[in-house]
Protein backbone atom coordinates (compact mmCIF):
# COMPACT_ATOMS: atom_id res chain seq x y z
CA UNK A 1 0.00 0.00 0.00
CA UNK A 2 1.39 3.50 -1.04
CA UNK A 3 2.43 5.55 1.86
CA UNK A 4 -0.02 8.14 1.07
CA UNK A 5 -3.07 5.56 1.07
CA UNK A 6 -2.04 3.91 4.55
CA UNK A 7 -3.82 4.66 7.47
CA UNK A 8 -1.77 6.71 10.18
CA UNK A 9 -1.60 5.27 13.99
CA UNK A 10 -3.57 6.71 16.97
CA UNK A 11 -1.92 5.65 20.12
CA UNK A 12 -3.93 4.95 23.50
CA UNK A 13 -2.01 4.88 26.66
CA UNK A 14 -3.49 1.77 28.75
CA UNK A 15 -6.11 2.48 31.82
CA UNK A 16 -3.06 2.14 34.05
CA UNK A 17 0.08 3.17 33.96
CA UNK A 18 3.64 3.17 35.76
CA UNK A 19 5.52 6.39 35.52
CA UNK A 20 8.65 4.48 35.90
CA UNK A 21 8.63 2.10 33.16
CA UNK A 22 6.00 3.33 30.67
CA UNK A 23 7.70 6.58 29.59
CA UNK A 24 10.39 4.45 28.01
CA UNK A 25 7.95 1.97 26.88
CA UNK A 26 6.31 4.30 25.06
CA UNK A 27 9.26 5.96 23.64
CA UNK A 28 10.29 2.78 22.06
CA UNK A 29 7.40 2.42 20.34
CA UNK A 30 7.24 6.33 18.88
CA UNK A 31 10.73 5.85 17.86
CA UNK A 32 10.11 2.46 15.94
CA UNK A 33 6.62 3.53 14.13
CA UNK A 34 5.19 6.59 12.82
CA UNK A 35 2.79 7.51 15.23
CA UNK A 36 0.12 10.41 14.32
CA UNK A 37 -1.32 11.17 17.62
CA UNK A 38 -1.30 9.91 21.36
CA UNK A 39 -4.91 9.75 23.57
CA UNK A 40 -4.13 9.77 27.01
CA UNK A 41 -6.93 7.29 28.65
CA UNK A 42 -6.43 6.45 32.03
CA UNK A 43 -8.98 4.96 34.60
CA UNK A 44 -10.21 6.79 37.44
CA UNK A 45 -10.37 10.43 38.48
CA UNK A 46 -7.13 10.85 40.48
CA UNK A 47 -5.99 14.61 39.24
CA UNK A 48 -3.18 14.49 40.34
CA UNK A 49 -2.13 11.22 38.86
CA UNK A 50 -3.61 11.87 35.91
CA UNK A 51 -1.79 15.52 35.73
CA UNK A 52 2.04 13.70 36.47
CA UNK A 53 1.03 11.46 33.73
CA UNK A 54 0.51 13.88 31.49
CA UNK A 55 3.49 15.77 31.92
CA UNK A 56 5.76 12.55 31.77
CA UNK A 57 4.23 11.49 28.66
CA UNK A 58 3.58 15.21 27.06
CA UNK A 59 7.52 15.32 26.93
CA UNK A 60 8.32 11.98 25.16
CA UNK A 61 5.91 12.56 22.55
CA UNK A 62 6.17 16.47 22.12
CA UNK A 63 9.85 15.48 21.75
CA UNK A 64 9.10 13.06 18.74
CA UNK A 65 6.12 16.11 17.30
CA UNK A 66 4.41 13.93 18.45
CA UNK A 67 0.55 15.41 19.01
CA UNK A 68 -1.50 14.40 22.57
CA UNK A 69 -4.57 14.49 23.84
CA UNK A 70 -6.48 13.60 26.58
CA UNK A 71 -9.48 11.41 26.90
CA UNK A 72 -12.21 13.92 28.56
CA UNK A 73 -10.03 16.06 31.27
CA UNK A 74 -11.28 19.37 29.14
CA UNK A 75 -9.94 21.49 32.01
CA UNK A 76 -6.43 19.97 31.88
CA UNK A 77 -5.75 20.60 27.90
CA UNK A 78 -4.81 24.18 27.88
CA UNK A 79 -3.20 23.65 32.19
CA UNK A 80 -0.82 20.94 30.93
CA UNK A 81 -0.16 22.17 27.93
CA UNK A 82 -1.56 19.33 25.54
CA UNK A 83 -3.02 19.17 21.97
CA UNK A 84 -6.40 18.50 22.77
CA UNK A 85 -9.17 16.26 24.20
CA UNK A 86 -10.63 13.02 22.85
CA UNK A 87 -14.57 12.68 24.16
CA UNK A 88 -16.12 9.61 24.73
CA UNK A 89 -19.61 10.75 24.64
CA UNK A 90 -20.10 11.55 20.74
CA UNK A 91 -21.12 15.17 19.93
CA UNK A 92 -23.04 16.15 23.10
CA UNK A 93 -19.65 18.86 23.63
CA UNK A 94 -18.12 18.80 20.42
CA UNK A 95 -19.91 22.90 19.44
CA UNK A 96 -18.89 24.31 22.89
CA UNK A 97 -15.45 22.77 23.16
CA UNK A 98 -14.07 23.75 19.45
CA UNK A 99 -15.43 27.31 20.76
CA UNK A 100 -13.61 26.78 24.10
CA UNK A 101 -10.48 25.99 23.15
CA UNK A 102 -10.44 27.53 19.99
CA UNK A 103 -9.38 26.42 16.16
CA UNK A 104 -6.38 24.75 16.73
CA UNK A 105 -6.91 22.31 19.51
CA UNK A 106 -7.68 18.59 18.63
CA UNK A 107 -11.06 17.84 19.81
CA UNK A 108 -12.18 14.03 18.84
CA UNK A 109 -14.89 12.01 19.26
CA UNK A 110 -16.07 8.39 20.10
CA UNK A 111 -19.04 7.75 18.47
CA UNK A 112 -19.46 3.97 19.16
CA UNK A 113 -21.26 2.75 16.23
CA UNK A 114 -23.72 5.36 15.61
CA UNK A 115 -23.53 7.14 11.94
CA UNK A 116 -25.91 9.70 12.94
CA UNK A 117 -24.04 10.84 16.05
CA UNK A 118 -20.74 10.88 14.01
CA UNK A 119 -22.45 13.33 11.60
CA UNK A 120 -23.62 15.39 14.58
CA UNK A 121 -19.76 15.46 15.43
CA UNK A 122 -18.61 16.27 12.23
CA UNK A 123 -21.12 18.94 11.80
CA UNK A 124 -19.83 20.41 15.41
CA UNK A 125 -16.48 21.27 13.94
CA UNK A 126 -14.38 17.71 15.70
CA UNK A 127 -10.90 17.13 13.77
CA UNK A 128 -11.65 13.36 13.80
CA UNK A 129 -14.76 10.67 14.86
CA UNK A 130 -13.91 7.40 16.06
CA UNK A 131 -15.93 4.34 15.50
CA UNK A 132 -15.86 1.23 17.10
CA UNK A 133 -14.86 -1.76 18.37
CA UNK A 134 -14.04 -3.27 15.14
CA UNK A 135 -13.38 -6.65 16.57
CA UNK A 136 -14.96 -9.18 18.48
CA UNK A 137 -14.18 -8.61 22.63
CA UNK A 138 -16.36 -9.42 25.45
CA UNK A 139 -16.83 -5.85 26.36
CA UNK A 140 -20.24 -3.67 25.70
CA UNK A 141 -22.57 -5.33 24.25
CA UNK A 142 -20.94 -7.43 21.42
CA UNK A 143 -22.11 -5.09 18.46
CA UNK A 144 -19.35 -3.84 16.25
CA UNK A 145 -18.48 -1.22 14.16
CA UNK A 146 -18.89 -2.50 10.58
CA UNK A 147 -17.13 -2.09 8.24
CA UNK A 148 -19.72 -0.75 5.80
CA UNK A 149 -20.24 2.10 8.32
CA UNK A 150 -16.66 3.02 7.84
CA UNK A 151 -16.70 2.53 3.85
CA UNK A 152 -19.75 4.88 3.81
CA UNK A 153 -18.01 7.86 5.65
CA UNK A 154 -14.87 7.71 3.84
CA UNK A 155 -17.30 7.75 0.70
CA UNK A 156 -19.50 10.78 1.86
CA UNK A 157 -18.21 12.50 4.55
CA UNK A 158 -14.72 14.34 4.66
CA UNK A 159 -13.53 14.90 8.61
CA UNK A 160 -11.23 11.57 8.95
CA UNK A 161 -12.19 8.54 10.70
CA UNK A 162 -10.35 6.39 13.20
CA UNK A 163 -11.09 2.65 13.49
CA UNK A 164 -10.77 1.88 17.37
CA UNK A 165 -11.16 -1.83 19.66
CA UNK A 166 -10.28 -5.24 19.27
CA UNK A 167 -8.02 -4.45 16.39
CA UNK A 168 -6.68 -7.94 14.79
CA UNK A 169 -3.95 -8.01 11.32
CA UNK A 170 -7.07 -9.38 9.45
CA UNK A 171 -9.42 -6.20 11.46
CA UNK A 172 -6.53 -3.85 9.68
CA UNK A 173 -6.22 -5.48 6.65
CA UNK A 174 -10.15 -5.28 5.77
CA UNK A 175 -10.23 -1.68 7.05
CA UNK A 176 -7.35 -0.33 5.25
CA UNK A 177 -9.32 0.93 1.96
CA UNK A 178 -11.89 3.06 4.18
CA UNK A 179 -10.12 3.96 7.39
CA UNK A 180 -7.67 6.95 7.95
CA UNK A 181 -6.54 6.21 11.25
CA UNK A 182 -6.66 2.55 13.54
CA UNK A 183 -6.20 3.32 17.16
CA UNK A 184 -3.94 1.00 19.10
CA UNK A 185 -3.65 0.42 22.64
CA UNK A 186 -4.36 -3.06 24.58
CA UNK A 187 -3.86 -4.79 21.57
CA UNK A 188 -0.08 -4.00 21.68
CA UNK A 189 0.40 -2.86 25.84
CA UNK A 190 -0.25 -6.59 26.79
CA UNK A 191 2.57 -7.38 25.23
CA UNK A 192 6.02 -7.71 26.55
CA UNK A 193 7.57 -6.15 23.20
CA UNK A 194 4.83 -3.19 22.48
CA UNK A 195 7.24 -2.23 19.60
CA UNK A 196 7.30 -5.56 18.10
CA UNK A 197 3.48 -6.31 18.54
CA UNK A 198 2.76 -2.83 16.53
CA UNK A 199 4.87 -4.12 13.39
CA UNK A 200 3.02 -7.67 13.95
CA UNK A 201 -0.35 -5.79 14.13
CA UNK A 202 0.18 -3.63 10.39
CA UNK A 203 1.97 -6.07 8.67
CA UNK A 204 -0.92 -6.78 6.62
CA UNK A 205 -0.08 -2.98 5.34
CA UNK A 206 3.24 -4.09 4.23
Known amino acids: MAEAERPQIYL ?55 AIVIENHVLMVERLGLDGV ?12 RKDLGPDAIVGAFCGRSRHEGINAAEAGTDYVSFGPVGATALGDGSLAETDLFAWWSEMIEVPV ?16 VT ?27
Open 12 to 66: ITPPEIDLGIFPDRLARVLDATGIACLRLALAGKDEDRIARAADALREVAHARDV
Open 162 to 177: VAEGALTREKVAELAP
Open 180 to 206: DFYAVGEEIWREEDAAEALRSLLSPLG
Open 86 to 97: HLTDGARLVRKL
